[in-house]
């Protein structure tokens, strides 16, 4: 049954207990807004470089470079979807910490997959940023 009211012991250990999750999501916030900025200059190189006209030849050994640099979008947009899951598992936890406190139940257990979960995402999405910036390196020629 529903608790009439939490108890103040109650709701302090679970907002101590939700700031780990909290700043997880600050950073996932951070990071999604790193991509996106770093996916709209990605994009805007190739749209740049797919208007060079075929007869430029000076242009043209850039064109070379546009499978390269789909490839690099694909890789950031992944990174993205990775860290937009993040943010969702990080919220879920917060949200059946809340539950759990509000009905008298334990959490700790779904805290901690979820989590896990989370970081686990996160981690998928560095390691999908990680993947474009050495992409990226390797691509000296396109400044």
């Known amino acids: 049954m529903l608790k009439e009211m ?5 709701l302090s ?9 909290a700043f997880l999501l600050g950073a996932v916030a951070s990071f999604l807004s790193v ?8 994009v805007d190189r190739a749209r740049a470089i797919a208007a060079i006209p075929d007869g430029d030849a ?5 064109k070379g ?3 390269e640099l789909h490839f690099r979008a694909g890789l950031i947009i992944r990174s993205i979807y990775w860290a937009v899951g993040s943010g969702i598992a ?3 936890l917060m949200i ?3 539950m759990a406190a509000y009905l008298g139940s334990r959490h700790e257990p779904a805290a901690a997959i979820l989590f896990t979960v989370s970081l686990l995402l996160f981690t998928a999405s560095l390691i999908s940023f ?9 691509q000296k020629d396109l400044a």
């Open 90 to 92: 990080a919220c879920l």
């Open 13 to 21: 250990l679970v907002i101590s207990q939700a700031a780990a999750p």
């Open 96 to 98: 059946v910490a809340f």
């Open 6 to 10: 939490l108890t103040s012991d109650q």
């Open 35 to 42: 991509l996106v900025s770093h996916l709209g200059r990605i």
């Open 130 to 138: 990680a993947r474009d910036l050495r992409v990226a390196l390797k």
């Open 58 to 62: 000076k242009g043209a050994h850039l």
């Open 65 to 67: 470079h546009l499978p």
